[in-house]
């Protein structure tokens, strides 16, 4: 149930619609926006008939949510979630790239490139500390050191830092370091991994299982929301099809669909869905014309030699090259980058 309150609902009336909600035994979530406050009343909606919200003061209407998502719909908040990241702002007019190595391999290296995407124009440093590999026995990651030296390298840059994080028991060890978490495709369902994520302070980058449908990748933000995290960033990667061409189909549709079911912020990543590094220029770019608020690019210094995904990654020079399109693009719909 969404409860919209009046514009001018002091803290003490909010307090006291919350306090009544709470009574029922339903847990409360509460958006603050621009203009008015909404309260969100998750779990057993029968609950609430033992009160009568649209009597007490400062409320000014009671509406269902009919979707099974409930905090994460576009129901639920028409404007838009923007995270403030350190003054990154996340969802907002300005497009942000996320841009670095598959995984962290060594010190120089990553410095070495989260310079040159930084003077390129990415405002956030990817990295994976811990890899989600097919093969166990392709590089796993340097672990708690590859954490290390992504901390290194945004003491170095001023970039804020984003890392995978793929077990309940390393939540702890990757919030002391990265800003944003990644939680991988393969990962989506995780439910275990997504309710401690959702514990988490810090904002959460939700990768779109390889299989998984647009109200299954919306239904897997809930579980993150419904924890009170609600800085959620949803990212479109390429979803299995019969299509052998590229590693996977890069589900473009899934922007305007997202924006109409969900006020969060979205996402895509070429690279990955592309698995070619020539392919990724066009995608990233026809991204941004369908309305991706960011977009999360690998890039290595010598992607020949990468422990990882060297095949889709770009270089640096490239990168350049592509940032500088894809401003004109983000002009041209109204965006900045
Ligand atoms: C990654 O971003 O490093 C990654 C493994 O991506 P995905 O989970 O989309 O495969
Ligand atoms: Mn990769």
């Not at 033992?50 to 404007?79: D, H, T």
């Not at 099809?241 to 990543?269: G, M, Q």
């Not at 422990?307 to 270089?315: F, I, M, N, P, T």
Request: with cysteine; glycine share 8%.
């Amino acid at each position: 149930m969404i409860i919209v309150l009046k514009r001018d609902a002091t803290q003490e009336v909010i307090d006291h619609v919350v306090e009544k909600i709470k009574s029922t035994g339903l847990a409360v979530h509460i958006s603050k926006g621009k203009e008015r406050t909404i309260i969100g009343a998750i779990g057993d909606e029968t609950l609430l008939s033992q009160i009568s919200l649209e009597a007490l003061p400062g409320v000014e209407n009671v509406m269902p949510i009919l979707k099974p998502y409930k905090l994460v719909s576009r129901e639920f908040s028409k404007e838009g979630t923007v995270i403030d990241l350190q003054g990154v702002c996340i969802g907002d007019t300005a497009i942000q790239v996320i841009a670095g190595p598959c995984s962290v391999e060594s010190k120089d290296s990553l410095i070495d490139c989260a310079k040159k995407v930084q003077a390129a124009g990415a405002s956030i440093l990817r990295g994976g500390a811990f890899k989600p590999r097919t093969s166990p026995y392709d590089f796993q990651g340097l672990g708690v050191e590859g954490l290390k030296l992504l901390a290194e390298a945004k003491k170095a840059t001023g970039l804020p830092i984003i890392s995978e994080l793929m077990d309940p028991r390393d939540t702890e060890v990757i919030c002391e370091y990265v800003d944003i978490i990644q939680i991988g495709a393969r990962n989506m369902q995780n439910f275990r991994l997504l309710t401690e994520v959702g514990k988490a302070k810090k904002p959460v980058l939700l990768k779109r299982g390889l299989s998984a449908t647009i109200k299954e990748f919306l239904m897997s933000a809930e579980y993150i929301a419904a924890q009170g995290n609600g800085n959620i960033i949803l990212c479109e990667r390429g979803i299995r099809t019969f299509e052998t061409a590229t590693r996977n189909t890069l589900d473009l549709s899934a922007v305007p669909v997202l924006k109409e079911e969900t006020h969060l912020p979205i996402f895509i990543d070429p690279s990955h869905a592309v698995g070619r590094w020539n392919l990724v220029a066009p995608l990233a770019k026809a991204a941004i014309a369908v309305g991706a608020d960011g977009l999360m690019i690998e890039v290595h210094p010598d992607p020949e030699n990468a422990l990882c995904d060297g095949a889709q990654s770009l270089k640096p020079s490239k990168f350049a090259i592509l940032m500088e399109e894809m401003k004109k693009v983000a002009i041209s719909v109204g965006r900045t980058l």
